[in-house]
């Protein structure tokens, strides 16, 4: 022990493995890495920024990139309609009067079997069976009376005769002393009936209407058209004509049609619908083209029936809670909201970097100015200071926003005139700062030295007198930049800052104006406020650190 | 001292004639969207004039067809008999609405100052008291928090857990949905109880600011020679600290916040806007929203007005509060 302590009484006092000397920075570094809390506020800033430009460059998905997922929605399919009008089937070259429509509804409800249409047109109508009609177009038979009267007796009170030379017809009431009589072509047919031929490339000829008609009325199972002979399988509304045992055509009183573009709807499919409105279901099954059953369902409406199915649809992911693809989930436009907080970050931390340079640049040169030269210089240069410390920002923003929103400037353009803006407002405190400390560093004995060599004033503010300023200028720009953050997250929240599609952190947390949002979407929100707590908090911290680390006088 | 006063008074008025040019300049820039909606509706009347002959008269009638220094003249020689115009979206004469909607913005102002004072001081004499102790880093940690919390932030947490979640709070609004139905005190009681999120929030991300500042100058006036040297007389701690100490760090503070007294009126546009307060700052916020200029460049010169009252305010005061200035 004893000679331990002669050992260290031995060595001199400036001895260099006795004294560490420490130059006055090393001594502010030491002061400031002690200091707890500022190296928590260093560690988040760090973080924050791997996470805003490290971050950004990993992740795959811009800021922009709009996300789509799918999902199953209910889609109209077809349309059913319960035939109230007579659908006419027109021989080939054959057109009707205009008023047909109305004229044969009257001409039914009268059981009238010649139409008189405005035009003069007279057409003849046999009735084959309950609202089925076959129409012909009708000659005049001149004759003499007593001809027309033999006529008349032939047909014993009918007003349509059938003959084996064709078909006849009497216009005026029965008992008319000269009867107008009228030979028929046949030209069309009508009924509230409607023909679906089985494969799109067959037309149906008038002749195989006008006898599946009468097959349909009269209840029989088969007939002979000009195509040959078929057979019918009738229900009680519609029915399936079949030739040489394969499936030809399809009769039934609903009209049928696909809603989408590029859907054809097939007889089969028809009749499965149709059996299904028929027995009264909600839904049914039909096999789509790969053959796998689908479920379609079936919504009436006043005799109009939609058929809806189940279709996989694209849409943009909206407010898509976390995922294992998006890890804080997506907004409102379906963007990932990882990436835009990346972004945002971004945005975020180089404006305040930007401001608070430009806010320190015009601060420094106008300060030094002002408190080195005095007089009417220093007096003219304070009372700008004031000015501008009169001006109220945030509604100035506020207004500079909405002049932006008029002249509806770009989203880069607006982070520039922000970062103008706010630099140009911010560097009133700067000045100030710069300006005391070199009212007081100017009557210091150094200054007097240095104007004693003789050196040039620009050397003698920029070598001697600024860098005296500079720990409080640190101090300054370190809370500045919390501020200058949290007042651009602040425009951005009412929507005058940063604008879509470019993000920042205030204009991330905008979507709480809706308050749906802000009950249901946490994710939306909570992260990027949290983000610009604990930047601005770090900034905090790192300046009261630096703060303390600069002025040992404040430590006892 | 009267010859001091007159002097900043003096300089005073020739800021707010550059800082009102500089704000009138600007207004004059914004997007005319008002009077441009105004014009297309009087146009669209029957038998009306033409929408660009009403743009043209509208413009003339709101003093907008002349150039810019001389529509400035125009304002300012009215501004200094008080005639602030009609605003053109509250359909009143700006004063009028100016005195409808100022004392929500006062009473919300003055509360949060009482609570800050109650709060800060205390807290940041305590702190500086026993420095580097538990006490002290929370406090600072506390006073930076409130400084770095965004206040839009805040705000929505809290509406969030107290509006939606518990349900004590209405979302929006100064008073509830049965509010006519209640008698006076009620409804008082009912305005109350709608300030207090908006209380809260100001308070909260105010208070770091004094708490700070009581902080730094206890710190200060404690590593002082007088103070040395009354301890080295043997004078009990809590003389040295409460009689000491206390008084001679009152001298900033009461400074601060007597150059803080103007700024109750001033509004928190902000909050007010986020809890739809009907104060001064939500008003001048949907009037900067709906282009009304005549409320606007009112509460921009208003603003400007309290910002150079609060610093002749606070210049005074330093005078008045500390002897040591008064001499020299």
Known sequence: MADVNNKQTEKKLDDVTRVRVLSPGMMVAKRFFRNKLAIVGLVIIACMFLFSFVGGMLIPYSQSQVFYTTTEMRKDYAGATLIDQFQFQLGEGVTLPKDIYSKMILADMQGDSVINSKDGTKLGAEKVGDKMYVLYALTEIKGTPQLLKAYKDLAEGENVISAEDGIFFFEGKADAPIPTFFEGERIATASQMSFTPYSADVSLSLDFCQMALRCFADGMNSFWAEEGEFTMEAEEDSALIQKDGE??????NMNFNAIGSNVYLTPEYKLTALEAIEEGRTSFEFPDAEGNLTEYEIENKNGQYTIKRFEETKVIATYEAPSGKHLVGTDANGMDLLARLMYGGRISLSIGFVVVFIEVFIGMIMGGVAGYFG?????????????????????????????????????????????????????????????????????????????????????????????????????????????????????????????????????????????????????????????????????????????????????? | MKKFILKRLLISVVLLFFVSLIIYAIMRCMPMSYVETQAMALATRPGAKSYEEWVKQLNAQYGLDVGVIQGYFIWASKAVRMQFGDSWYWNQPVLTKFQNVIWYSFFLGLVTFIIEIIIAIPAGISAARKQYSLTDYSVTVIALLGISLPSFFFATILKYVFSVK?????????????????????????????????????????????MRYTRTNMLEVLNSDYIRTARAKGVSERKVVNHHAFRNTLIPIVTLLGGSLPGLFSGAMITETLFQIPGIGYTSDVSIMQGDIPFVMFYMVFLAVLTLLGNLIADILYAVVDPRVRVS
């Open chain 1, 247 to 252: 499936d030809f055509c399809f009769l039934s």
């Open chain 1, 375 to 556: 007089k009417w210089v220093d007096n003219l240069i304070m009372r700008i200071v004031d000015v501008i410390y009169c001006i109220p920002s945030i509604p100035l923003y506020m207004i500079l926003g909405s002049i932006m929103d008029y002249y509806k400037a770009s989203s880069t353009v607006r982070i520039y005139v922000l970062c103008i803006v706010m630099g140009v407002l911010g560097w009133a405190g700067i000045a100030r700062i710069v300006r005391g400390q070199i009212l007081s560093l100017r009557e210091q004995e150094f200054m007097i030295a240095a104007e004693a060599t003789g050196i040039s004033t620009y050397r003698r503010i920029f070598k001697h007198l600024i860098p005296n300023v500079v720990p409080q200028l640190i101090v300054f720009a370190s809370m500045g930049l919390g501020e200058v953050i949290l007042a651009e997250a602040t425009l951005s929240f009412l929507g005058l800052g940063i604008k879509y599609p470019a993000a920042s952190w205030g204009s991330i947390i905008n979507a709480v104006n809706d308050s749906f949002v802000m009950t249901n979407y946490l994710f939306v929100w909570i992260p990027a406020g949290l983000f610009i707590l604990l930047t601005v908090l770090a900034f905090n911290f790192i300046g009261d650190g630096l703060r303390d680390a600069f002025d040992p006088k404040m430590k006892r």
């Open chain 2, 166 to 210: 518990l349900g004590w709070f209405d979302l929006y609004g100064i008073v509830g949905r049965m509010h006519e139905s209640m008698t006076p005190m009620q409804q008082l009681g009912d305005i109350i109880w709608h300030m207090v999120l908006p209380v809260v929030t100001i308070s909260v991300v105010s208070i770091g600011g004094l």
